[in-house]
């Protein structure tokens, strides 16, 4: 079964720039995976920040960007604010024979 | 403006039904995929099933497979989850979605679905 890896935490500093990453257990993550990212606060609905690798949702910040690093989906927070203190999820898509959908476990991302 | 509202979320018995509903507006509802999302309480986003704009193709995360059954009413703008045989960990919000692509570009605020005797 597939596994879709994330970091369960991380820190930044306020200001400063984080890059949360999006694995898979067996294999490398490439843009074929549409990989996309989702900020959740707590008792909140999830929100769109990218889709489709580096689209930016509508609304979403240009501090926010995404890309593919090496084998993984990468999330990039640059200068990085309070409110930016949330979980981030990825989501891959598992290919069109099946057509499935697979959320990491999400990063708790605290801004200290 | 985009919105989805889920409802019929409750309290059911292990073995219940529960029939969820996500009335949508502020887009063309029949020219979309449209997904469930759930998580359990304290727990992370898990994709659970998705429609295509038609209603023809249907897809399941295996460990709802069998059990759960999503449609949708272009006529009302609606999508459905029908969930049967439910579990103790099907307890979760259950949230709709809209699907772009290959990702979800819109969402609800949720619905709790709790399984307990």
């Known amino acids: 079964q597939t596994v879709v890896t994330q970091e369960p935490s991380f820190s930044v500093s306020p200001g400063g720039t984080v890059t949360l990453t999006c694995g898979l257990s067996?294999?490398?993550?490439?843009?074929?995976?549409?990989p996309s990212w989702y900020q959740q606060t707590p008792g909140q609905a999830p929100r769109t920040l990218i889709y489709s690798t580096n689209t930016r949702s509508s609304g979403v910040p240009d501090r926010f960007s995404g890309s593919i690093l090496g084998n993984k989906a990468a999330l990039t927070i640059t200068g990085a604010q309070a409110d930016d203190e949330s979980d981030y999820y990825c989501?891959?898509?598992?290919?069109?024979?099946?057509?499935?959908?697979?959320f990491g476990g999400g990063t708790k991302l605290t801004v200290l | 403006e985009v919105q989805l509202v889920e409802s019929g979320g409750g309290l059911v018995q292990p073995g219940g039904s529960l029939r969820l509903s996500c009335a949508a507006s502020?887009?063309?509802?029949?020219?979309?995929?449209m997904h469930w999302v759930r998580q359990a309480p304290g727990k992370g986003l898990v994709w659970v099933s998705g429609?295509?704009?038609?209603?023809?193709?249907?897809t399941y995360a295996d460990s709802v497979k069998g059990r759960f059954t999503i449609s949708r009413d272009n006529a009302k703008n609606t999508l459905y989850l029908q969930m049967n045989s439910l579990r103790a960990e099907d307890t979760a919000v259950y949230y709709c979605a809209r699907g772009d692509g290959y990702s979800y570009v819109n969402w609800g605020q949720g619905t709790l679905v709790t399984v307990s005797s």
């Open positions: 502020g887009f063309t509802f029949s020219s979309y995929w």
């Open positions: 429609i295509n704009s038609d209603g023809s193709r249907t």
């Open positions: 989501v891959l898509y598992m290919g069109s024979g099946i057509r499935h959908w697979v």
């Open positions: 067996s294999g490398s993550v490439s843009t074929s995976y549409y």
